[in-house]
């Protein structure tokens, strides 16, 4: 898309109102409590908004993970609605909701434009904004036109400002406005554009695509955290080979992992490609597979040594089937670790020496997972569980021998589950007034009597501390 096109579509705000009878969205499908806060909302005078990948997902009849929610009310008035709640962030103020069993709901307010200034510099890489804005803003400042929708329950109405229903329908990932233009201003949208492609198996547009390739070098600019914490999204997806075969293909991959490029570009990058497909398709079986028995027990250790293993193992001669020489190359696995990978990514010490164990003892234990017979000694070892868990993904990824899932899933039967009382929704969205002055009770986001979030008795009222 051309600039022009660009700014033709940013002016032209005249929203597309899709009725409920021309939508696939439905009440029945929202979560409860979400719609529990948007009620509230709308009782409270405010206009609330099911927004992003909630919606997006429920056009395409997918279970949404998060219901994030938008709203005119500001951080002040939306903590004096909702007493379960605490806000969160330094530039842009977001209120988080709790509910029981951990669920948090996230409620921000509409954000402005601001982004857009004609006068603004288009290659200042900046910050978020915090700027509160109106509905047709918060459309427009958001990243990818499938991500811009929203849902109102008053009439059961999906609103699109920016082509975002026709996208989903064509199967495209787009970004909203000029895309060199927000990719010089945040690059890290690109990162969010291949992997909502990979995760949906759309086309990523052929302006957006030629913007990422055009600017990828630009994600040096970005903070290692931030990169680090956007990668870890892809690897645990469940769709991380979809997601390596596109950042490869568009070259993201090697500016990432630039360590990765002289061996992708010699003889053996086809099958170094191969080996990478192979890994993370072993980690989206057992992440897809596992996660309908219970929780799956894959850390970030774990991810980042399947992807760094291709590499690794021509790196340092890996794997070292003799135990000493292995143990003699653990530091010079570690260095080489923290200077090719680690420090680009601002990993933590005990993750960068998590796959040092991982890579010095897979010779071993892919050995002893072959033959499922494990040595007393070795069962005693700290590091057990995850090596044993790293040798089975390897063999599943080489071999073709599928890996135990009970290795990966942690299965809580239900007479050890947490027994809860069903909690009102008058107690859920009480407000503060309500509670100085009706008695003694805990929050209902916690069983304990003390409570949580800064909350706690005093005699027979709950009081902030």
């Given at each position: 898309?051309s600039?022009?096109?660009?700014?033709?579509r940013q002016?032209?705000r005249?929203?597309?109102?899709?009725?409920p009878?021309?939508?696939?969205?439905r009440?029945?499908?929202?979560?409860?409590?979400?719609?529990?806060?948007?009620?509230?909302?709308r009782?409270?005078?405010h206009a609330?908004?099911?927004?992003g990948?909630?919606?997006r997902d429920?056009y395409?009849?997918?279970k949404?993970k998060d219901f994030d929610?938008?709203?005119?009310?500001?951080?002040?008035?939306?903590?004096?609605?909702?007493?379960n709640s605490?806000?969160?962030g330094?530039?842009?103020?977001?209120?988080?909701i709790?509910?029981?069993?951990?669920?948090?709901?996230?409620?921000?307010?509409?954000?402005?434009?601001?982004?857009?200034d004609?006068?603004g510099?288009p290659?200042?890489?900046?910050?978020?904004?915090?700027?509160?804005g109106?509905?047709?803003e918060d459309?427009?400042?958001?990243d990818?036109t499938?991500?811009?929708?929203?849902?109102?329950?008053?009439?059961q109405?999906?609103?699109?400002?920016?082509?975002?229903?026709?996208?989903?329908?064509?199967g495209?990932?787009?970004?909203?406005?000029d895309?060199?233009?927000?990719i010089i201003?945040d690059p890290?949208?690109m990162?969010?554009a291949?992997?909502?492609?990979a995760?949906?198996?759309?086309?990523?547009e052929?302006?957006?695509?030629?913007?990422?390739?055009?600017?990828?070098?630009?994600?040096?600019?970005?903070?290692?955290?931030?990169?680090?914490?956007?990668l870890?999204?892809?690897?645990?997806?469940?769709?991380?080979?979809a997601?390596?075969?596109?950042?490869?293909?568009?070259?993201v991959?090697?500016?990432?992992?630039?360590?990765?490029?002289?061996l992708?570009?010699?003889?053996?990058?086809?099958?170094?490609?191969?080996e990478?497909?192979a890994?993370?398709?072993?980690?989206?079986r057992?992440?897809?597979?596992?996660?309908k028995?219970g929780k799956?027990?894959f850390?970030?250790?774990?991810?980042?040594?399947?992807?760094?293993?291709?590499?690794a193992k021509?790196?340092?001669g890996l794997?070292?089937?003799?135990?000493k020489?292995?143990?003699?190359l653990?530091?010079?696995?570690r260095?080489?670790?923290?200077?090719a990978f680690?420090?680009r990514?601002?990993?933590?010490?005990a993750?960068?020496?998590?796959i040092?164990?991982?890579?010095?003892?897979s010779?071993?234990?892919?050995?002893?997972a072959?033959t499922g017979?494990?040595?007393?000694?070795m069962k005693k070892?700290?590091?057990?569980?995850d090596?044993?868990r790293?040798?089975?993904?390897?063999?599943?990824?080489?071999?073709?021998?599928?890996?135990?899932?009970?290795?990966?899933v942690?299965?809580?039967?239900?007479?050890?589950r947490?027994q809860?009382?069903?909690?009102?929704?008058e107690a859920?969205?009480?407000s503060?007034?309500?509670?100085r002055?009706g008695?003694?009770?805990?929050?209902?986001?916690?069983?304990?009597?003390?409570?949580?979030?800064?909350l706690?008795?005093?005699g027979?009222?709950?009081?902030?501390?």
């Amino acid at each position: 898309m051309s600039g022009e096109v660009a700014e033709i579509r940013q002016t032209e705000r005249q929203a597309l109102i899709i009725p409920p009878e021309e939508h696939p969205v439905r009440e029945a499908d929202i979560d409860p409590d979400a719609l529990g806060i948007l009620r509230r909302l709308r009782d409270a005078g405010h206009a609330g908004y099911l927004v992003g990948g909630g919606v997006r997902d429920l056009y395409l009849g997918k279970k949404p993970k998060d219901f994030d929610i938008s709203t005119d009310a500001h951080p002040g008035q939306l903590r004096k609605i909702f007493r379960n709640s605490r806000t969160i962030g330094r530039r842009f103020r977001l209120v988080q909701i709790f509910f029981r069993d951990g669920k948090i709901i996230e409620v921000s307010t509409l954000r402005s434009q601001s982004e857009y200034d004609e006068d603004g510099d288009p290659d200042q890489v900046l910050p978020s904004n915090n700027t509160f804005g109106t509905l047709e803003e918060d459309a427009f400042r958001r990243d990818l036109t499938i991500n811009s929708l929203f849902y109102e329950i008053e009439h059961q109405t999906v609103i699109d400002y920016v082509g975002g229903v026709q996208d989903l329908t064509d199967g495209i990932v787009r970004l909203v406005g000029d895309p060199d233009r927000r990719i010089i201003r945040d690059p890290v949208r690109m990162l969010r554009a291949v992997r909502h492609a990979a995760r949906a198996g759309f086309t990523i547009e052929a302006a957006t695509w030629e913007a990422i390739v055009r600017h990828r070098d630009k994600l040096e600019l970005c903070p290692p955290s931030r990169l680090r914490d956007e990668l870890l999204k892809d690897l645990q997806s469940g769709k991380s080979r979809a997601w390596v075969e596109l950042a490869l293909e568009t070259g993201v991959f090697a500016v990432l992992f630039p360590f990765y490029s002289e061996l992708l570009n010699s003889p053996d990058g086809a099958e170094v490609k191969q080996e990478l497909a192979a890994r993370l398709s072993t980690a989206d079986r057992i992440c897809s597979e596992g996660s309908k028995l219970g929780k799956v027990l894959f850390d970030d250790a774990l991810l980042f040594a399947l992807l760094l293993h291709p590499w690794a193992k021509r790196q340092f001669g890996l794997p070292q089937p003799d135990a000493k020489l292995a143990r003699r190359l653990s530091s010079t696995v570690r260095d080489g670790l923290d200077a090719a990978f680690s420090a680009r990514l601002n990993l933590p010490r005990a993750t960068l020496d998590t796959i040092t164990v991982l890579f010095i003892n897979s010779a071993v234990f892919q050995d002893c997972a072959c033959t499922g017979k494990w040595p007393g000694w070795m069962k005693k070892k700290s590091y057990f569980n995850d090596c044993a868990r790293f040798a089975a993904c390897l063999n599943e990824a080489e071999e073709g021998a599928a890996a135990d899932l009970s290795l990966f899933v942690k299965i809580l039967p239900p007479s050890s589950r947490p027994q809860q009382q069903p909690v009102s929704a008058e107690a859920v969205f009480a407000s503060p007034e309500s509670s100085r002055n009706g008695g003694s009770y805990s929050p209902a986001f916690s069983s304990s009597p003390e409570g949580i979030f800064g909350l706690r008795r005093d005699g027979v009222n709950l009081r902030l501390f």
